[in-house]
């Protein structure tokens, strides 16, 4: 069995090909990757070099569902997710396995069995495709409650602010920032995963791995080098906001979405 894992964090890779290891000693693992943009090339360029795909839902540049956007997916999808058990329903059709983080050794022999089983029937295993994902969505968006405000702490008080009145969220010196439309910056303690996992994803986009852009505050979009989108925005901000070729045709799907 060839295996690919697709995972923000390495240490969480790492552990993961072990622990796969540990369970089926006979998997390669053909590949570790960490973003959208790096998993549509990878697949672009090896549509046949895996067996099975371990995918975490949050990586470092958006969801992992948008890399469905860019390119078609013949594998069969273990996703990895940190979502409350409400939403666990939704991964388990046919081959669309998945995992509750922190994963457990049990958990995962039970989905490599499952994928085993599937593939060892003889019939056609059912692999993602862009519905199946839009459902996956929709059964996530359902069951969740997203956040109406975010408390800041701001000198000796916490105050919250609205996530009407958000503009673009960011990383700058390596402190996580957030703007607002009536022009004020506060300090979060949090990083952009934590905070895009609480924000309602057709609100707001993981434009790169430095911003988290709302869709009110998208003023308009220009053509960048190779392919990617400049983004100017109708607050101040002097940092220049780039979308990669690979999560373009999303963003301008995001933006076009009400």
Known sequence: MRALIIEDE??????????????????????????????????????????????????????????????????????????????????????????????SRQDLARAIDKYRRLYASGEEVQTVT?????????????????KRSLLISFKDKIIPVHTDDIAIIYIESTMVKLATFSGHTYYLNQTLDDVMSQLDPRRFFRANRQQIVSKEAVKDLSSWFGGKLSVSLTVSFNEKIIVSKARAGAFKQWLSEH
């Open 130 to 146: 862009p519905k199946m994902v839009e459902g996956l969505i929709e059964s996530l968006r359902a069951g969740r409650n997203y």
């Open 10 to 103: 390495l240490p969480a890779a790492d552990a993961l090909a072990q622990l796969i290891k540990d369970v089926a000693p006979e998997t390669e693992i053909v590949g570790k990757l960490e973003s959208v943009e790096e998993s549509v090339e990878w697949f672009q360029s090896n549509p046949s070099a895996a067996d099975i795909v371990f995918m975490d839902i949050h990586l470092a540049d958006g969801s992992s569902f948008s890399i469905f956007d860019s390119v078609e997916v013949h594998i069969p999808v273990i996703f990895t997710t940190a979502y409350d058990q409400y939403a666990l329903k939704a991964f388990s059709v046919n081959s669309v396995d998945y995992l509750l983080k922190p994963i």
